[in-house]
């Protein structure tokens, strides 16, 4: 009887579960989100995937069932799909994920709840608010849409000059502070007419930022001259798939 399958199987079935306790301790110390990060954290994924198909390969049944749930998956990202849900829909959605980063540390560079910068947080809302929605609504047009956002990242700067379509500038005005909130919806997006800085409108005259000088994310309620941000040039935009 040859042992020597068995126990080859068993192997890599510790190493790439080793491999994958190692890139979590990785990303788990990893505030900053960039490209190395990105690239871990698939890695990770496919690190367990493989590790669980070791484990189960011995058993057909399962073995099949797992790789074809696997390439329907693949078929649905991969596919061209129609984004289906309504943007009223998911304009709430964004709102409502954008308010849970309230409080949460400021880190330049950062896009998660241990520490966000102010374009990380606006495109954070929304990664999470079409992953949500598209998982609940079985939309998988919204799935790949905010994979696609997570994996490139966007800078104020290059939101606020509507960077691969992504946004739709709607105007530009003096101040926040003395801004007609008639003309806006909640999700609407300002940023520096120097591209520095960017928020995000919850409605009710009401912005959200990770404000870089008080180190977190806060709410800011319009008329105010305690927030400079809401005395400088902007240009208001708005995420094309929040309507127009």
Known sequence: MNTDKPVRIS?????????SIVTFAFLALQVEANRITRLSTVGLILELVAAFF????????PRKACLAAM???ALLLVCPWKIRTY??????????????????????????RRGIDCSGLIRRGLIDACLSEGVVRLDPGLIRHGLSLWWHDTSAKALGEEH??????L?????????????????DVAVTQDGVHTMAYLGEETWI??????????????????????????????????GE
């Open 11 to 19: 192997c890599l079935y510790l190493a790439l579960w080793f491999l």
């Open 54 to 61: 070791t484990f189960i390969w011995s058993w057909k049944r």
């Open 71 to 73: 390439a329907l998956i």
């Open 87 to 112: 943007p009223e829909t998911l304009r709430a959605s964004y709102v409502k994920h954008l308010r849970t980063f309230e409080g949460c540390p400021y880190y330049w560079g950062g896009e998660s």
């Open 164 to 169: 691969q379509g992504l946004t739709k500038r």
């Open 171 to 187: 105007f530009e005005a003096d101040a926040l502070k003395t801004l007609d909130y008639s003309k806006l919806r909640p999700g």
């Open 209 to 242: 930022e990770a404000d870089p000088g008080k180190l977190r994310v806060i709410t800011v309620h319009a008329p105010t001259t305690s927030n400079g941000w809401f005395l400088r040039p902007v240009r208001i935009l708005r995420w094309r798939m929040l």
